[in-house]
């Protein structure tokens, strides 16, 4: 994303739902937890409970299920759940790769989660739904000879807030000629993306939303491999994604069920 002064930053705004809201039946009853939207400030330092998942890239504005079994997981979720303000019922959730039997890939650009939803089933498993809320980078450098991936250092990361195409521009007044602002033009990126995105898939509901949220579901969303979509989250710009995103659905010509095929 690109910014004409300071270091602005933008948090994503709420996109457009294309199914509504998802009930999450098979995790059981689940209890909504008070409050919510806590937003670290950008460049901020912490250590919270760090989730690896594997072939999962969660991106700020995704709903996360999780059933939770192992002991160490679900000790990391009350942690989190008793933790101090501000950092109360956030976690930190990385994508996880296995490239060869027994080595383990962990990527170093993750997002923020807030726990919304609780279940206890029993002492041997913890239900809940997390919303995603910041891209977060995971500072492996920090730790020490011994220390576990768990303590590594994390800063919270932000997009920065598009720059407005002046109107100057398209009069041929402006300091630098449209074609030169049309290539940081998050706005009209957005809007070539939902263009692109509604005439694949007709039938789903008109897609809107500001162009940082928009960038972050149609990562999310898109029929994409695991590399592919964490390369989205790493971009740092969202003039940057919606560039990529852009160039991938020119690639494609439909949208399927990836279990049954059928056409979106």
């Given at each position: 994303?690109?910014t004409?002064s300071?270091?602005?930053?933008?948090?994503?705004?709420?996109a457009q739902?294309?199914t509504?809201?998802?009930?999450h039946t098979?995790l059981?009853?689940?209890?909504?937890?008070?409050?919510?939207?806590?937003?670290l400030d950008?460049?901020?330092?912490?250590?919270?409970?760090?989730?690896?998942?594997?072939?999962?890239?969660?991106?700020?504005?995704?709903?996360?299920?999780?059933?939770?079994v192992?002991?160490?997981d679900?000790?990391?979720?009350?942690?989190?759940?008793?933790?101090?303000?501000?950092?109360?019922?956030?976690?930190?959730v990385?994508?996880m790769?296995?490239s060869d039997?027994?080595?383990v890939?962990l990527?170093s650009?993750?997002?923020?989660?807030?726990?919304?939803q609780?279940?206890?089933?029993?002492?041997?498993?913890l239900?809940?739904?997390?919303?995603?809320c910041?891209?977060?980078?995971?500072?492996?450098?920090?730790?020490q000879?011994g220390q576990d991936?768990?303590?590594?250092?994390?800063?919270?990361?932000?997009?920065?807030a598009p720059?407005?195409?002046?109107?100057?521009?398209?009069?041929?007044?402006a300091?630098?000629?449209?074609?030169?602002?049309?290539?940081y033009?998050?706005?009209?990126?957005?809007?070539?993306?939902?263009?692109?995105?509604?005439?694949m898939a007709?039938k789903?509901?008109?897609?809107?939303?500001?162009?940082?949220?928009?960038?972050?579901?149609?990562?999310?969303?898109?029929p994409?491999?695991?590399?592919?979509r964490?390369?989205l989250l790493?971009?740092?710009t969202?003039?940057?994604?919606?560039k990529?995103?852009?160039?991938?659905?020119?690639?494609?010509?439909?949208l399927?069920?990836?279990?049954?095929?059928?056409e979106v």
């Open positions: 994303m690109s004409s300071g270091d602005e930053t933008a948090e994503p705004g709420p739902e294309l509504g809201q998802t009930r098979y059981g009853e689940v209890d909504d937890l008070a409050g919510g939207g806590i937003v950008t460049g901020q330092v912490c250590h919270l409970p760090l989730i690896p998942l594997e072939g999962i890239v969660l991106m700020p504005g995704d709903t996360l299920p999780l059933k939770v192992r002991r160490q679900r000790a990391k979720l009350e942690a989190a759940l008793s933790a101090p303000a501000p950092y109360t019922r956030l976690i930190a990385v994508c790769t296995r039997p027994g080595a890939h990527h650009v993750g997002c923020t989660a807030e726990i919304r609780i279940s206890r089933q029993d002492d041997a498993m239900n809940i739904v997390a919303k995603g910041q891209r977060l980078q995971l500072d492996l450098y920090s730790l000879h991936l768990s303590q590594a250092q994390q800063t919270i990361t932000a997009d920065v720059t407005y195409v002046p109107p100057e521009a398209g009069q041929g007044i300091y630098w000629p449209l074609c030169v602002w049309n290539r033009d998050a706005f009209g990126l957005a809007q070539e993306a939902t263009t692109l995105f509604n005439a007709p789903v509901r008109q897609l809107q939303g500001d162009p940082l949220a928009l960038s972050y579901w149609l990562a999310s969303n898109l994409l491999e695991d590399d592919t964490q390369r790493e971009a740092p969202v003039v940057e994604r919606l990529n995103e852009v160039v991938l659905m020119q690639r494609m010509t439909s399927r069920c990836r279990y049954c095929m059928t």
